[in-house]
C-alpha cells in the first residue's frame, strides 16, 4: 500500500513527510533486558554500539564506581562457540588479549561487529595519557584473534568504528589538534595497506566524523556541520548544513537527524534514498539516535524535550511510524522497568520471514529512590518481533458469492482467486465445475499447488452462457471439489464454493392483453366481471390495468382484480390507468378477473372493455 506524502521545501531541500496506512497490524515485541552477572545496580552503566542478525550484541560498560570502561559481548542465542546464551560476557573473558597490552591500555570498547562476529573497537589508557588508544579486531569464534589495527599515520588514537561483513574495517585515526583522517583495512589481507579515505574529486582526506559504514565501503557521517555520503573513488555527496546522517546500509539508503530551526527541541529524523526526496520522520524532538536495517527500516530512539525521557520508535514500509510502547509485552518485572526507563543506544536487524520485522537493541536506564539512597540502573534491552502463529492446513477462495456474469458476447468474465493457506508436503489439485453449464463455464477445470507456488493464489475466470431465452437472470455454482493429494492434511478438504448469477441479455417484452368478454352491463346495485386468460408465463416487472366504464354516477363503484395466483387488488384510480405493484414478481400465466360492483340504486351503466398492459423481466 503506497504511503500517501506531503511534500514541502524547507531550508533549499525537498523534504515528504511520510504518512501510511496499515497493510495489516504489527507484530508485538518481547521486552528482555540483560545484566553483567554479579554486577550491582548502579554500579555499571552500558552502552549498546551494534549487533549482527545472529543475536550478538556489543558495546562498552562503564563503571559508576572509578574503573575503566570494558568492551562486552551479549551472545543471545549461544552462537558463539560453546557460550551460554543470554549471558554478557566481558570481552577479555572471550578474546585473550596479550597482558603487555592490557597492561597499557586497560580501558576497552567494542564499536562494530559483522555477520562473521568478527569485533572492532579500540583500547584506551587508563588514567589518559597520550597516545590515547589502540584499535583491535578480533573474531569471537577464535579466542586467539586479537590484532592491533595499523597505525597508518602519526596519530594519538586509533579505533576500529565499522567492520562489514566482507571484513573491511573502518579506521579512525586522529593526532591532537588535527583533523581526522579514515582509512579502509581488511585483517584479512595484512599485505594491503589501509586506504585513506578522500574526496574523489580534490582527492583531499575525508575530514569531520563518519558514522556509517555498509558492505560497498560507502560511509556517511557529518561534514563541515552537514550530512555527506562517500562512495570511495566515486563521489562524496554532501548535504545540508542542518542535516546530519547517522547509519547507512547495503543499499545506500541511510538514516539522520535534521535541524528545523534554531529550537534545539526541534530537531526530526529523516530517511534518505536515491529514489525518493528526503522523507521526514515522525514529529519533532530535543535528541536522538537512529540506524537503519537492510530493509530500509528505521529504529529510533528520541526525547521530545531536554528533561523528558527517551523512547524508542520504528519506521517499517507498509506499517509507518510504531510507537513500540503499544507494541511491548514481556515479564511484569521487565514491563515495570520498561515503562519508567529512558532508552538509547539503538539498534535494528534485519527482518524475519516469520514477522516481517527485525530485532531491536539498546540501553535502558532508570533511576529509582530519593537522596542519598537514589540509584539509577542500566541494562541491555533487545526486543524480539513475535511471529504470528502458524495458520491451519485450509483453502481460501475468494470471493464465495457476489459475483456476476452476462450473457452478452461482449461481456467482461468474473473471477475469484484459490490459495493454500500453508506449505503442502505434496501436489494439491482442486477440480473446478459449474453445476450449470447452461448459464456459466470457467477457464480452468481444475487447480494444481506445488510445495513451491501453494502460496501464489490462482485466479478462475467465469464466463456467461449465452441463450434465446427471456428467463431472466439465473443463479448457478461454480463446484469447487474436494481436494487430491497425498497430503493428509490436504487430501479430501472441500473448499467453498461460489456463487454466480447470469445475467439475461433478450429484450423483455411488453405485452398487453384485452378483455374479450366485453361490454358487459352494470347492473343496479349488482356485480359484473370479466376474465382475461393467458398461456403465457412472464414474470411481471411491472403492470398497468386499463378501464373503460361507462356509468352515470362512477362514485357508486368499487373495482377489484384477482390476480392468477389469487390476490385481490382493489383499483381506486377505476376511470384511468392503474399501476398495480403488488403483482410485481408474479406470473402472468392464468385467469385475471375484473370484478366492477355497484353500490347504491338508481344508477346504472356498462363495463365496456378493459386491459393489461404488462412489463416482463
Same mark, same amino acid.
Given at each position: 500500500?503506497? &504511503?500517501s506524502r506531503i511534500c514541502l521545501v524547507i531550508l533549499g531541500l525537498w523534504l515528504c513527510l511520510g504518512a501510511s496506512s496499515l497493510a495489516q497490524a504489527p507484530p508485538n515485541f518481547r521486552i528482555e533486558f540483560f545484566t553483567l552477572p554479579n554486577a550491582n545496580a548502579g554500579d555499571v552503566a552500558y552502552s549498546v554500539q551494534d549487533a549482527n542478525n545472529l543475536g550478538v550484541v556489543v558495546g562498552y560498560v562503564s563503571s559508576t564506581v572509578n574503573e575503566p570502561t570494558k568492551a562486552f559481548v551479549l551472545d543471545q542465542n549461544g552462537v558463539i562457540g560453546d557460550q551460554v546464551p543470554g549471558k554478557v560476557y566481558l570481552l577479555a573473558d572471550l578474546i585473550n588479549i596479550p597482558p603487555e597490552v592490557t597492561?597499557?591500555?586497560?580501558?576497552?570498547?567494542?564499536?562494530s561487529i559483522n555477520e562473521s562476529s568478527q569485533v572492532v573497537g579500540r583500547l584506551k589508557k587508563y588514567p589518559v595519557t597520550a597516545p590515547l588508544s589502540i584499535g583491535f579486531f578480533a573474531d569471537l569464534n577464535d579466542p586467539e584473534s586479537f590484532e592491533e589495527l595499523p597505525k597508518p599515520a602519526p596519530a594519538d588514537s586509533v579505533s576500529g568504528i565499522g567492520i562489514n561483513d566482507h571484513g573491511d574495517v573502518l579506521i579512525d585515526s586522529w593526532l591532537s589538534g588535527e583533523p581526522r583522517n579514515y582509512y579502509i583495512y581488511n585483517p584479512m589481507h595484512p599485505e594491503t595497506d589501509p586506504v585513506l579515505l578522500t574526496d574523489p574529486v580534490t582527492n583531499q582526506p575525508l575530514e569531520g566524523i563518519a558514522t556509517g559504514f555498509n558492505n560497498y565501503r560507502q560511509v556517511v557521517g557529518l561534514l563541515n556541520g552537514g550530512g555527506y555520503r562517500l562512495t570511495p573513488g566515486i563521489s562524496l555527496e554532501t548535504f545540508s548544513e542542518f542535516e546530519y546522517a547517522h547509519d547507512i546500509n547495503d543499499n545506500g539508503q541511510f538514516c539522520g537527524t535534521l535541524d528545523l530551526s534554531t529550537d534545539p527541541d526541534d530537531k526530526v529524523f529523516f530517511r534518505y534514498t536515491d529514489t525518493d526526496p528526503i522523507e521526514l520522520i515522525g514529529s519533532e524532538f530535543n535528541s536522538g539516535e537512529c540506524k537503519i536495517n537492510s530493509d530500509g527500516d528505521v529504529a529510533m530512539a528520541s526525547r521530545v524535550i531536554q528533561s523528558s525521557p527517551s523512547r524508542v520508535s520504528v519506521l517499517r514500509d507498509g506499517h509507518g511510524l510504531l510507537d513500540l510502547d503499544d507494541l511491548v509485552v514481556g515479564e511484569v518485572d521487565d514491563l515495570a522497568f520498561w515503562d519508567a526507563a529512558t532508552l538509547y543506544g539503538i539498534d535494528i536487524n534485519d527482518r524475519d520471514a516469520a514477522s516481517g520485522f527485525g530485532q531491536i537493541f539498546g540501553t535502558g536506564s532508570r533511576t529509582t529512590g530519593r537522596g542519598r539512597k537514589q540509584i539509577t540502573e542500566h541494562r541491555v534491552f533487545i526486543l524480539t518481533p513475535i511471529a504470528p502463529p502458524a495458520p491451519d492446513p485450509g483453502i481460501t477462495v475468494t470471493p464465495t458469492n457476489g459475483l456476476f456474469t452476462t450473457?452478452?458476447?461482449?461481456?467482461?468474465?468474473? %473471477?475469484?482467486?484459490?490459495?493454500? +493457506?500453508?506449505?503442502?508436503?505434496?501436489?494439491?489439485?482442486?477440480?473446478?465445475? %459449474? !453445476? +450449470?453449464?447452461?448459464?456459466?463455464?470457467?477457464?480452468?477445470?481444475?487447480? @494444481?499447488?506445488?510445495?513451491?507456488?501453494?502460496?501464489?493464489?490462482? @485466479?478462475?475466470?467465469?464466463?456467461g452462457v449465452d441463450d434465446e431465452d427471456i428467463d431472466g437472470n439465473i443463479a448457478y455454482t461454480i463446484l469447487t471439489a474436494a481436494a487430491s493429494s497425498t497430503d493428509l492434511d490436504y487430501s479430501g478438504m472441500d473448499p467453498d464454493d461460489v456463487a454466480v448469477t447470469n445475467l439475461d441479455d433478450e429484450q423483455a417484452p411488453t405485452v398487453t392483453y !384485452? %378483455?374479450?368478454?366485453?361490454?358487459?352491463?352494470?347492473?343496479? &346495485?349488482?356485480m359484473t366481471d370479466s376474465t382475461i386468460t393467458t398461456e403465457d408465463d412472464f414474470q411481471i416487472a411491472n403492470m398497468i390495468v386499463t378501464l373503460n366504464i361507462s356509468h352515470q354516477r362512477s362514485s357508486d363503484l368499487d373495482v377489484y382484480l384477482i390476480g392468477a395466483n389469487d390476490e385481490v387488488v382493489q383499483l381506486f384510480n377505476f376511470n384511468?390507468? +392503474?399501476?398495480?405493484?403488488?403483482?410485481?414478481?408474479? %406470473?402472468?400465466?392464468?385467469?385475471? @378477473?375484473?370484478?366492477?360492483?355497484?353500490? &347504491?340504486?338508481? &344508477?346504472?351503466?356498462?363495463?365496456n372493455s378493459w386491459s393489461m398492459t404488462v412489463e416482463t423481466n
Open positions: 500500500m503506497k &504511503r597492561a597499557e591500555y586497560a580501558m576497552s570498547q567494542a564499536y450473457e452478452a458476447f461482449e461481456g467482461d468474465p468474473a %473471477s475469484f482467486e484459490v490459495v493454500l +493457506n500453508t506449505q503442502p508436503t505434496a501436489d494439491v489439485t482442486i477440480g473446478i465445475s %459449474s !453445476d +450449470n453449464p447452461n448459464e456459466g463455464t470457467t477457464d480452468e477445470t481444475s487447480l @494444481t499447488f506445488t510445495p513451491a507456488n501453494w502460496a501464489d493464489a490462482q @485466479t478462475v475466470f467465469v464466463f !384485452d %378483455s374479450d368478454d366485453t361490454p358487459t352491463p352494470i347492473p343496479d &346495485r349488482g384511468g390507468d +392503474n399501476n398495480v405493484a403488488d403483482f410485481n414478481g408474479t %406470473s402472468t400465466n392464468g385467469s385475471w @378477473t375484473l370484478e366492477v360492483y355497484d353500490n &347504491r340504486k338508481k &344508477r346504472t351503466g356498462d363495463l
